[in-house]
């Protein structure tokens, strides 16, 4: 068996799908999909997880209709006041980063983002990255063009040094059934393991969390040599 996976990524899926399912509205799936961040928080801590990457809101989500948008907004709002409050984060030394093209969203959201940020800045034992208006080659775009602005070579390594997440994850795990990276980590996860689950993101448990740890660690990475 190799080593256990310090960075995970998580595609958190699904959660208008469980909604679907159970006869409910589109926000009551989200809304169970952000009950669940307060478990996995937890179970990171217990797996001894370095760093987790959490795509939470992509670009192309925007797109759909404004309430739906709106609810996301002010579910991201009253997680970032939970967050604020939990005394894990400074019990367990957890630096909370957001990282994307954050300045798209509303204000009041970008003032609690700051908020949490400040305050975790200096925690390094955890490192929980929440991908919000976050595109893969978004990133790679908005990278390249501070290179241009710094007057840099273009190398792997100077693209690297100015990527929103610098980290590469070991593991990525998608819920929700689709098989697909769509637009997440496109430079980072060029060597990381992937496992796709049927089960949506509301439904996800520390058991899956553990088996996906238990698929990596039995697998043999080669990094293309």
Known sequence: MGESPTHIGIILDG??????????????GHAAGAKLLEDLFQW???????????????????????????????????EIGRLLKD????????????????????????????EVETKTAAYDRV?????????GREEIVDAVKKLVKDGVEVTEESISERLWVT??????????????????????????????????????????LENAIADFKGRERRFGK
């Not at 959660?15 to 159970?22: D, I, P, V």
């Not at 980063?97 to 509303?106: M, S, V, Y």
């Open 127 to 135: 490192a929980v990255n929440f991908a919000v208006c976050y595109g």
């Open 44 to 78: 990171a801590i217990d797996l001894k997880i370095k760093e987790l990457t959490l795509y939470t809101l992509s670009i192309q989500n925007l797109t759909r209709d404004k309430a739906e948008v709106s609810f996301l907004f002010t579910l991201l709002h009253d």
């Open 15 to 28: 959660n208008r799908r469980w909604a679907k399912r159970h006869l409910l509205e589109p926000t009551k």
């Open 167 to 208: 980290g590469e994850p070991d593991l990525v795990i998608r819920t929700g059934g689709d098989r697909r990276t769509s637009n997440f980590l496109v430079w980072q996860s060029i060597y990381s393991e992937w496992v796709f689950l049927e089960k949506t993101w509301p439904e996800f448990t520390k058991e899956d």
């Open 87 to 114: 005394e894990r984060i400074e019990k367990e030394q957890v630096r909370i980063r957001f990282t994307g093209r954050t300045h798209l969203l509303p204000e009041h959201l970008q003032e609690r983002i700051r």
